[in-house]
Every structure is written in C-alpha cells, then in structure tokens.
C-alpha cells in the first residue's frame, strides 16, 4: 500500500508552509505529495495568506525535492486552457526530472470561479472529456509531427504538440463517484482510478464498475491503479487522536467513521481493509500542515507497518 500525502492549501497555507511539508514528506519515505487545485477556501476559517496556484507550487517543488512525486488531486479543467495545461504540466515535469503526475477533473466549485471571474460553464462534464483527450494526445505526438483536435469546445490545428515531458507517460489520474460517465472516462484515459472521502463498501462497488468500464473498453482491469482519498488524524493515545481532531474542527468518532483516525493499531487495521477490497494507494488529507509530529508519527507506526 503506497501512502501519499495531500494538502488542501486554499484553506490557508503559503509556499513556504507546503514545502516543509514536502521536505517532510521526502524524508520520512512517503511516496508522492500531491495538492489540491482551488483558490478559494471551504468551510470556517480565513484562508490566509490566499490561494497558491497548484502548477505554480508544483514547479518550486520540483526544484526543491528529489524523489518523490508530485500531482495534483485534482486540477479543474475550468482554470485553465487544455493546450495551455499540457505544456505547463509537461515543463514541471521536466522540472522535477519526471516526478509528475497529473489528476485531471471537471471543476465544481462555482464560488471560487465566481470570486476569480473564472467562467463556469454548465457542460462541464463533456469539456473535461475533451481536454483528456488534448491534453494526452499533445504528449502522444511524435515529436516532428503535428497534433489536430476539432471538439465542440474547443479547437487545435496544426499544434506542434511541444514541449514533450521527460517521463516517456504522464500518469492521469481520474476519480469521482459518478455510476457511469465516470468509470467510463476512466476506462479510456486513466492510469489510475481515485474515489474521494468514501466508505469502504462504496469504493468496492465503484470499483467494480471502473474495472467493467475498462473490460468493456478493451484493456485489463488491473491495468488502472485504484486509489482513496481520505483525511487522516493519528495519535498515540485517544487523547491526542482528540486534540488533532479538535485543531481541525472535527470529531473524533466521525473522523473514525468516515476517514482514517485513531491510534496506528487502529489506522493500520483499516487500511488493510481497504487493502482488501482493491485499493492500492491511499492519499492521507493532512489539514493541519503546522503539526510535521503527525507525520513523522504515521510514518514511524503506521507506513512502517504496511511494508
């Protein structure tokens, strides 16, 4: 089971504050740091210092980190242009020596848009399947040849598909708990399949149908990585399972119920069960990017024992 940490910077982080939590996910042997991808904060609290954009915070991590991976969870096809998102993903990865990974979603925070004058259009599903198929057919483009896309939204002619990233494939990541469209992008454009904050029998069953997606489209199920997301909250005791809990506004018992929270023993039994219905890779939410004694201690008691 690989073991990612995930940041949500819009609810207030600097650049400075992502990138210790980076250098602490470098060397305490995580595999990958990944971000969210909004400008605007969800919930209580006053978001300060402001947004970071998540490929410009990518790049200075690139430059600054040696090993692990770097992605986004996921970017929203709103923000930006798909040409334009292929060679900014495509420079960073080159910028990290071939450490990018590149979650891609439809958008689906109107606030934010709304607060930034980003346009949200209503047929956000059916542009999100036309920039997957830009964004991968650029990179696809054997470098001489020209690229052509001619969709209902959007329109390239003669592209020269450039800059080419330095991984030979970019892996995409897809997620969401849609029943059908979903699974079915999946099946076509996805090296890996993430489901957000769900319960473990609701990943079994989404699962299933991104694994008959991809029968259905000609390639193996097990071709695709199956992945979670989940907000994570370890302490050694119940008492500091509380205060954790407490610093990021949550409860406890609900934390237990619907993430990944209590003692390592705890946490390590319910990773192994969602290791049991498929899931590969866990994306641990870290909301509280002050406190690094929480991960050094997933990582001395709760990674140490998934090996």
């Not at 040849?145 to 390239?156: A, K, R, V």
């Not at 997606?213 to 399972?241: F, H, M, P, W």
């Not at 934390?255 to 219905?277: F, H, Q, S």
């Amino acid at each position: 089971m690989d073991l990612r940490i995930f940041t949500e910077p819009q609810q207030g982080a600097s650049y400075d504050t992502l990138l210790a939590v980076a250098k602490a996910t470098e060397d305490l042997g995580f595999d990958a740091f990944f971000r969210s991808d909004h400008y605007l904060r969800m919930g209580s609290g006053d978001g300060l210092p402001g947004p970071t954009d998540a490929w410009i915070t990518l790049a200075g991590l690139a430059r600054e980190t040696k090993r692990i991976r770097l992605g986004t969870l996921m970017t929203a096809a709103t923000f930006r242009l798909p040409g334009v998102l292929a060679i900014q993903v495509a420079q960073v990865d080159a910028m990290s020596g071939g450490r990018v990974e590149l979650g891609l979603g439809a958008g689906w925070f109107e606030e934010e848009h709304t607060a930034y004058g980003i346009p949200f259009p209503k047929e956000k599903f059916a542009r999100l399947e036309e920039q997957l198929a830009i964004v991968t057919g650029l990179w696809e483009t054997k470098t001489g040849d020209t690229f052509d896309f001619h969709g209902t939204y959007y329109d390239l002619t003669d592209s020269p598909a450039l800059p080419k990233p330095a991984q030979e494939k970019i892996p995409v990541l897809i997620g969401g708990h849609g029943a059908t469209r979903t699974p079915r992008l999946a099946a076509r454009y996805a090296d890996e399949f993430n489901i957000p904050f769900a319960s473990i029998e609701d990943s079994e069953r989404q699962f299933a149908r991104v694994r008959a997606a991809a029968e259905e489209a000609g390639r193996g199920a097990d071709s695709l990585t199956y992945s979670n997301a989940l907000v994570v909250c370890v302490g050694k005791d119940d008492q500091e399972v509380a205060r954790r809990a407490a610093a990021i506004g949550r409860e406890p018992d609900e934390l237990r119920a619907n993430g990944l929270a209590g003692t390592p023993a705890e946490v390590v039994d319910k990773i192994g069960r969602y290791a049991g219905i498929g899931s590969e890779r866990l994306y641990l939410q870290i909301l509280d990017l002050s406190d690094l004694d929480h991960l050094e201690l997933i990582s001395a008691q709760v990674q140490s024992q998934l090996s």
